[in-house]
């Protein structure tokens, strides 16, 4: 920005929007016009990024249910006995590929949506993500319909569903520049809430919408393509672009060179990968583990909805105890829960396996929310530790904090991708998915010590962050 664009933006009042729905000047650690002005503006832009980001999540695990009805049964021998809805006759090893598949996408599309904010501006963006769901809801309204389809087309169709996953990296690293410090925690844990919890309205909804009429399966991706429409025009009209938001991409590009972006990424790893993981495969679990199909559609939802749920919750007890505790105790919860849904499958008892999960995914909501706040205020001590404390240096690390969330967010999702992947190869090698549970409970353990050694510990740089 030159002198005299600086200058002229100066010369704007803060809040107020211009062509195209540009904010040209945004003060939000400005307390007078925070309460003003600033609160409003922001709370819509949240409203609105939560709707559009719901319909992505909705979108992302659309598989996860249609799965459980495209399952056949099949006797000892390998042959098919039953086939399942629309002539379909998918095996687990196929259904979790179908998951992974798609979560992996979501994951890797996570990078580019990340930079899609400071190219494009937040609304902007938001608009083009909401529209692009139009492809996997159609692709999958389609492809159900013919069981003769080979497998390669149905998993590159399943992988478009990760457009759904991308939108939320940019959504959080769009509602980042919109909140003061203090309330970060609890606007983006609301922010990513709202689209999680459209994982459990999407298990939920589809099949009671497959049960309607005379669409069947592919109701589950046709009730989406009104939804996202709407999505994209309301966030046309409501939202808005910050012009400190639109920038080159630069500052995310240097969030890459701070261990700790690394270092984050892999506990949300636990985190929020655990999360959409579980989220995915859950119902498939109980289909193939406890062969429980009928409980998959009426109550699998339910895991998802207190993870999402949960998520803010996180977010504020981060705000007013610090994110590392919250953190370290959430590991500590998820890998109890791990060890009781051991305990739950080698016994055979399906209540133990549920509320255990229950549990769990309580605990990666609580953990999802309170790791996302210890990132700004991350780049808050590194920024404060360079010695520079001009407005310029102090906007360039909430640039690398808002692109350290996308990236952050993309490698963790990828946790999306190796769960349902674990839990395949667990039950093809042992015939049963205790093995991968065991592996997820080390794992939790080990990322409770990191956390502790990092950002928790006496002496730690980064202590109660």
Do not use: C
């Not at 569903?161 to 959080?172: C, E, K, P, T």
């Not at 990968?273 to 009426?298: C, H, K, M, N, Q």
């Not at 060890?339 to 399906?350: C, E, F, R, W």
């Not at 920024?383 to 640039?399: A, H, P």
């Amino acid at each position: 920005m030159t002198i005299s664009d600086k200058t002229a933006v100066e010369a704007v009042e803060p809040g107020v929007i211009g062509k195209g729905r540009w904010i040209e000047r945004w003060e939000p650690e400005n307390d007078l016009f925070w309460e003003a002005r600033g609160k409003a503006i922001a709370f819509r832009n949240l409203v609105f990024s939560i709707v559009a980001e719901h319909i992505g999540f909705s979108v992302w695990l659309l598989w996860s249910i249609v799965v459980v009805r495209m399952y056949g049964t099949f006797d000892d021998s390998g042959a098919l006995v039953t086939a399942g809805a629309n002539g379909w006759a998918l095996t687990a090893s196929q259904g979790f590929t179908l998951l992974a598949v798609a979560s992996g996408v979501g994951a890797f599309l996570r990078i580019p949506y990340t930079f899609a904010v400071p190219i494009f501006g937040g609304r902007n963006w938001t608009v083009i993500s909401a529209l692009l769901l139009l492809i996997p809801t159609l692709g999958l309204a389609w492809v159900v319909q013919y069981p003769d389809t080979s497998f390669g087309v149905l998993v590159a169709i399943a992988a478009t569903a990760g457009f759904g996953g991308g939108n939320f990296a940019s959504s959080m690293s769009n509602i980042s520049f919109f909140y003061p410090d203090k309330e970060k925690g609890w606007a983006l844990g609301l922010n990513a809430a709202g689209g999680n919890i459209g994982v459990a309205v999407a298990q939920k909804l589809v099949p009671l919408v497959i049960g309607i009429g005379a669409l069947g399966l592919s109701a589950a991706g046709l009730v989406y393509v009104p939804l996202s429409v709407a999505a994209a025009i309301l966030a046309f009209l409501f939202m808005d672009n910050l012009r400190e938001a639109k920038a080159d991409p630069k500052p995310t590009a240097a969030s890459l060179q701070h261990g700790h972006t690394w270092l984050m990424a892999f506990l949300y790893i636990g985190t929020f990968g655990s999360f959409i993981g579980y989220s995915a495969a859950f119902p498939t679990l109980l289909t193939v583990v406890f062969e429980r199909a009928d409980i998959a559609l009426s109550w699998g939802f339910l895991g998802a909805l207190i993870g999402s749920l949960s998520r803010p919750y996180g977010g504020r007890l981060a705000d007013r105890v610090g994110g590392a505790i919250i953190t370290v105790g959430a590991f500590v919860v998820m890998a109890i829960a791990g060890v009781t849904a051991v305990i739950g499958v080698q016994h055979h008892s399906l209540a133990l396996f549920f509320v255990s999960f229950m549990v769990l995914f309580a605990a990666t909501g609580i953990g999802n929310g309170s790791t996302y706040r210890m990132i700004p205020s991350i780049f808050g001590r590194l920024q404060k530790s360079k010695g520079e404390d001009t407005d310029q240096s102090r906007l360039d690390f909430k640039r690398q904090a808002a692109g350290a969330v996308g990236i952050i967010s993309a490698v963790g999702a990828f946790g999306g991708f190796a769960i349902p992947f674990i839990y395949k190869i667990a039950k093809e090698q042992t015939g049963t998915i205790v093995p991968a549970l065991q592996v997820y409970v080390v794992v939790f353990l080990v990322m409770a010590a990191l956390t502790w050694v990092f950002y928790l510990r006496k002496g730690a740089a980064m202590r109660n962050v």
